[in-house]
T-cell receptor
């Protein structure tokens, strides 16, 4: 079975500070990992994905994520947070050898304080 | 470029009434299509997915059904709504699926359904 854990329901950070949203996963085979962002009353927007290659993946809006195979983690990061980054963030995973659909985490609400 | 349209944006329906939510995708052919429900602004539950016309897989037994009468049209229906059907319904598409697919999902803006 594949699973995703986002251990923090809520993350607060001051504007201009670096932010990290945590994600750990469990899959069979190599993981395909994704981050999405959701603004209120909107659909999810794709931010970035890790398939293979460089462990540091760069995505939209200045976000990046670091794949760590030994820790089975895929944390989302941004060097300098903006108030407009405040949103709900979802991590998702699918195993490369799996016919299953994406499994989403429970989401982390990021609040950037001015 | 590809776009996904989902309507209506909000809907208030009485218990026992029927439901029809529609989703269409433009700019791509033979997409995989998905219906998700999001309860309480958090967890996403996959309801149905489709890899082709009239090919629907149901992930969770429930009061809902899905149909795909055309390649880029996906419809979520119910004959009689329950209070528990309230939620935020999201349609999504991805490139044609294979077991090794790494294609991300692209979501519509959702329908907020309130069953009263």
């Amino acid at each position: 079975a594949q699973s995703v854990a986002q251990p923090e329901d809520q993350v607060n950070v001051a504007e201009g500070n670096p932010l990290t949203v945590k994600c750990t996963y469990s899959v069979s085979g190599n993981p395909y990992l994704f981050w999405y962002v959701q603004y209120p009353n909107r659909g999810l927007q794709f931010l970035l994905k890790y398939i293979t290659g460089d462990n540091l993946v760069k995505g939209s809006y200045g976000f990046e994520a670091e794949f760590n195979k030994s820790q089975t983690s895929f944390h989302l990061k941004k060097p300098s947070a903006l108030v407009s980054d405040s949103a709900l963030y979802f991590c998702a995973v699918r195993g490369s050898g799996s016919a299953r659909q994406l499994t989403f985490g429970s989401g982390t609400q990021l609040t950037v304080l001015p | 470029s590809q776009t996904i349209h989902q309507w209506p944006a909000t809907l208030v329906q009485p218990v026992g009434s029927p439901l029809s939510l529609e989703c269409t995708v433009e700019g791509t052919s033979n997409p995989n299509l998905y219906w998700y429900r999001q309860a309480a602004g958090r967890g996403l539950q996959l309801l149905f997915y489709s890899i082709g016309i009239d090919q629907i897989s149901s992930e969770v037994p429930q009061n809902l059904s899905a149909s795909r009468p055309q390649d880029r049209q996906f419809i979520l229906s119910s004959k009689k709504l329950l209070l528990s059907d309230s939620g935020f319904y999201l349609c999504a598409w991805s490139l044609a699926w294979s077991p090794q697919s790494n294609s991300p999902l692209h979501f519509g803006n959702g329908t907020r359904l309130t069953v009263t």
